[in-house]
């Protein structure tokens, strides 16, 4: 059935099966021990519950006693109740009972005992409606039943009766428990037998499986050892030429690389100066803007003066024209002052005073007249000024004007120079990126090389391994086919 199989595929059979048969004993133990575990607990449980009501019953029986006895003493109502609810409370506890038992014959006492307390009730009724009628108890032979001691010692002895059944019940089930638990127990061990019984077999199956495979693997191992050791060795030559050509390459790759290295900081040095540069240009243009800046400002201020001067020049005229009608105002005031005088000589004695107040009026009017000439005459030499500066700021203008258009041309030739700083600057970067690039790239062959030198020693090195390895697997071959015990077979 195994003999098609791999040693690997028939291990694992075995294994399978060893623990199949484990898992079998394993969950037979568990049910067995669930099934004593059950049936233990049942008869705990049963021999506890009916085995404590029943001996409640008794407790209870003796309990009604008392109180009953209490009450032919006493003859209150108070135990008279008592009395009564004894009754119901022993019940109560018969039918606690009736629920706990499964016995026939524990069942066929209790409906005795259920017989025998209502006798024995129906005699205590008859003695507690003879007390009731009492009202002095002198003799007890007044309230004396016929019957009453048979029938408390018949219930007693019924009661005593379930007991001692529900105690045999008690002992028949712990015997039927231990004898399940016995059961239980030898068939364990049969299984644990077959267990032992089928591993050996398995075993003993399998270590003959092994000793025949092995001694055949063996013998393709050792065959194979004597070619993979003849294959190392001419591997092991190969790499060590393999190596030496690649410390060579390696060697040249080193030169290039140290030669594109002095080219990219060549190419660095070239992209900073034009970086410089650059940033020169650019200071000299923004330079340039705020003399623009200046040169705009001024020609604001030249043109600003221009205006205050032809303001003045018309606030001047303004002037000029106010003069005039003050000297025309003083000629006239003269005038009418001559008059005034005239008349005044011609008035005598009362127009003395008026001559000498026109006198004053035309000297007045003829210091105006003066004063008008003198305003005029700085007037004239104001608007001569006004003109002068007016036409000597226009000249400034023009010459602003100039300077801003030739700063116009220095930006212009500035911005020309940032441009070609900037596109100097781009190709300076290119060539240094191409540089880079190009030392990369050397670095990385320089690396793939060197990991090719490295791995060609070291393909070396696993020959020279391999071989050493070969010659010991050979040894191991024979000590296995020893250790199996199939050298020779």
Not at 169 to 193: F, M, P, Q, Y
Not at 212 to 229: F, M
Not at 369 to 376: L, P, V, W
Not at 394 to 408: H, L
Request: hydrophobic share 45%; with cysteine; net charge neutral.
């Amino acid at each position: 059935m195994m003999a098609g199989r791999t040693f690997g595929a028939k291990l694992a059979a075995g294994f399978g099966l060893t623990l199949a048969l484990t898992l079998l004993m394993t969950a037979t133990s568990a049910l067995a021990l669930h099934y004593v575990s059950a049936t233990n607990e049942k008869v705990v449980k049963t021999a506890s519950s009916s085995l404590v009501e029943a001996q409640t019953l008794s407790g209870l029986m003796d309990r009604r006693l008392a109180d009953f006895r209490a009450y032919l003493i006493s003859g209150t109502p108070e135990w008279l109740n008592t009395v009564n609810q004894d009754r119901g409370t022993f019940l109560a506890q018969l039918a606690r009972v009736r629920d706990t038992l499964d016995d026939a014959a524990a069942e066929k006492l209790l409906n005795t005992v259920t017989t025998a307390e209502g006798q024995f009730n129906t005699l205590i009724g008859q003695v507690l409606a003879r007390r009731q009628k009492i009202k002095a108890l002198s003799d007890v032979a007044q309230i004396r039943v016929d019957g009453m001691k048979p029938a408390r010692e018949a219930l007693q002895a019924t009661i005593d009766s379930l007991i001692k059944r529900i105690q045999k019940v008690v002992a028949d089930s712990r015997k039927e428990s231990a004898d399940r638990a016995t059961w239980a127990i030898l068939c364990l061990l049969g299984i644990g037998a077959v267990l032992i019984v089928s591993s050996a077999g398995v075993a003993w199956r399998l270590s003959r499986d092994l000793r025949r495979e092995v001694g055949a693997a063996v013998g393709h191992i050792q065959s194979s050892s004597s070619e993979l050791e003849a294959a190392a060795a001419q591997q092991a030559s190969g790499g060590r030429d393999q190596a030496s050509a690649m410390s060579e390459i390696t060697t040249t790759i080193s030169e290039l690389l140290i030669t594109s290295r002095q080219i990219a900081d060549s190419a660095q040095r070239v992209s900073k100066i034009a970086e410089d540069t650059a940033d020169a240009a650019r200071t000299g243009d923004a330079t340039i803007d705020q003399t623009r800046a200046s040169i705009n400002a001024i020609r604001a201020q030249v043109d600003q003066i221009v205006q205050h001067m032809l303001s003045l020049g018309e606030k001047s005229q303004q002037i000029g024209t106010v003069v005039d009608l003050v000297s025309e105002l003083a000629e006239q005031t003269n005038i009418l002052a001559i008059n005034a005088t005239i008349e005044a000589s011609g008035a005598g004695e009362w127009g003395r005073r008026f001559a000498v107040v026109a006198e004053e009026i035309r000297k007045l009017a003829d210091r105006t007249a003066g004063s008008a000439k003198e305003i005029r005459a700085l007037i004239e030499d104001v608007r001569g000024a006004v003109n002068t500066t007016v036409m000597a700021t226009e000249i400034g203008a023009k010459a602003v004007d100039a300077g801003s258009r030739q700063f116009d041309d220095a930006t212009n030739s500035f911005r020309r120079i940032v441009q070609l700083v900037a596109t100097t600057s781009d190709a300076t970067r290119e060539i240094e990126l191409s540089t880079k690039q190009q030392t990369t790239a050397v670095e990385q062959v320089n690396s793939a090389a060197s990991d090719t030198a490295r791995a060609s020693r070291e393909t070396e090195a696993s020959a020279v391994q391999t071989k050493q390895t070969a010659a010991h697997l050979s040894t191991l071959s024979g000590d296995l086919l020893d250790l199996v015990g199939t050298r020779g077979h």
